[in-house]
């Protein structure tokens, strides 16, 4: 059986702070497939842009195993990080903050072409052309700055940066939620497409439950620094299990939907801090189904094929 392209295993990234061990990415375990989209959503805080920069080594993991196409790379030199990251690519949140505003386009796309002394400088010219074809961006373009740019064609220049090395594996850290909404659907098909001609895998970092929808073959459900609920897409919509991925899913806006005059539930109860947290489930102050077994033990489960729940409510 052919090993998943990006495997991780009880991944742990901690932040020491003045009050105590900040539990950002807490014993975290996924694989993703060659050619697949693993959706990572959650609210803000939740610790899943950590755990997108530890797998990248932006952090270093506190803990835990993590394999690319069967190699271990939890531990690596610069020598074999600076090999690794040619396959291993990221597109942040911000466009304009991810570009050096002082530089035109082609020499922001061609930058990794020159770090890994990749072909003349005409061959190098000649691969950002295509590039900046490849993800819809006119060649006029090519000695423009970043100001220049509207949010969406910044957002191309990133993404024509990451794919200059042509990598297999590109962590998404909320690419469009800095973007209008027309311009977003754009960001999305183009990835999508990337992937259908590339075989890319990606990670995609998200708070929004619709995007994630559209472009995600699993996903996995964070609060606190763990994986609550993890399943395909399709299962999670159709039959969510534990309370917070429910409480995700009914906040949704539905347009069109009549006004019955109800309110959307809201999550009551008190965040639990990722400091030093208590044993037992982290949603247990905001869960309306808690039970005092609930503060002493939690057990990542698969209740069904390939759904996966924190819960020992859910049966």
Do not use: W
């Amino acid at each position: 059986m052919k090993a998943p392209l990006l495997e991780v295993r009880n991944l742990k990234k901690y932040f020491t702070t003045g009050r105590g061990l900040l539990h950002a990415v807490d014993d975290v375990s996924f694989s993703i497939e060659e050619g697949t989209t693993l959706g990572v959503v959650g609210e803000s805080g939740c610790g899943k842009s950590t755990l997108g920069r530890t797998i990248l080594h932006l952090y270093e993991p506190t803990d835990g195993k993590m394999f690319f196409e069967g190699r271990d790379i939890t531990n690596l030199d610069k020598r074999q990080l600076k090999e690794i990251r040619a396959n291993m690519q990221m597109i942040f949140q911000d466009p304009y903050s991810s570009l050096d505003p002082r530089k035109m386009i082609e020499d922001t796309i061609m930058e990794p072409l020159k770090v890994y002394k990749i072909g003349t400088k005409e061959e190098r010219l000649q691969k950002t052309m295509e590039i900046m074809r490849m993800v819809g961006l006119d060649e006029r373009l090519r000695q423009s700055f970043p100001h220049e740019l509207n949010g969406g064609r910044r957002q191309r220049v990133v993404v024509a940066r990451a794919l200059a090395l042509n990598p297999k594996f590109i962590v998404c850290d909320e690419p469009v939620s800095a973007l209008d909404v027309s311009v977003q659907a754009q960001i999305l098909n183009l990835l999508r497409d990337l992937q259908k001609e590339h075989g890319l895998s990606y990670i995609f970092i998200t708070h929004d439950m619709s995007v994630v929808r559209h472009i995600s073959d699993e996903i996995c459900v964070m609060y606190l620094g763990q994986i609550v609920e993890k399943c395909p897409t399709a299962e999670l919509f159709k039959n969510p299990l534990h309370p917070y991925t429910q409480a995700l899913l009914a906040s949704i806006p539905v347009v069109g939907a009549d006004d019955d005059g109800s309110e959307t539930e809201i999550i009551q109860g008190e965040l639990s801090s990722p400091i030093n947290p208590k044993p037992g489930c982290r949603f247990f102050n905001r869960c309306k189904y808690a039970c005092e077994k609930c503060r002493e033990e939690q057990q990542f489960r698969e209740v069904g094929p390939g759904h996966h729940v924190l819960c020992h409510m859910v049966k």
